[in-house]
């Protein structure tokens, strides 16, 4: 199994910055892919973006390109999100995931991280 542990949340304003931090723990030799997703109030836990192993090909969803950065230090089984020009609308709670596979489901799920970005 893998243990995930997100950090880094918390209260900013629009237009401010937060970067999150993902540490995994266990069987991490059998991560591949790491992903971060959201859930704002009342609504599904959405994709926000993913990356492969050794920092290898990112995606992103559209409402967060150019603002949001995903990456990723393998030496230290973490993975982070940085978030820039934060918006309103950007307020969820933030889960980071892992998968053994490129393409698919994720295997496992952190307890997740809030995020609230006033007006």
């Known amino acids: 199994q893998v243990q995930l542990v997100e950090s880094g949340g918390g209260l900013v304003q629009a237009g401010g910055s937060l970067r999150l931090s993902c540490v995994a723990s266990?069987?991490?030799?059998?991560?591949?892919?790491m992903g971060w997703f959201r859930r704002a109030p009342g609504k599904d836990r959405l994709f926000v973006a993913s990356?492969?192993?050794?920092?290898?090909?990112?995606n992103y969803t559209d409402s967060v390109k150019g603002r949001f950065s995903i990456s990723r230090d393998d030496t230290k089984n973490t993975e982070y999100l940085q978030m820039n020009s934060l918006k309103p609308e950007d307020t969820a709670v933030y889960y980071c995931?892992?998968?053994?596979?490129?393409?698919?489901?994720?295997?496992?799920w952190g307890q997740g991280t809030q995020v609230t970005v006033s007006s």
């Open positions: 995931a892992t998968s053994r596979r490129n393409t698919g489901g994720y295997d496992y």
């Open positions: 266990g069987r991490t030799f059998t991560i591949y892919r």
């Open positions: 990356i492969l192993r050794n920092g290898g090909s990112t």
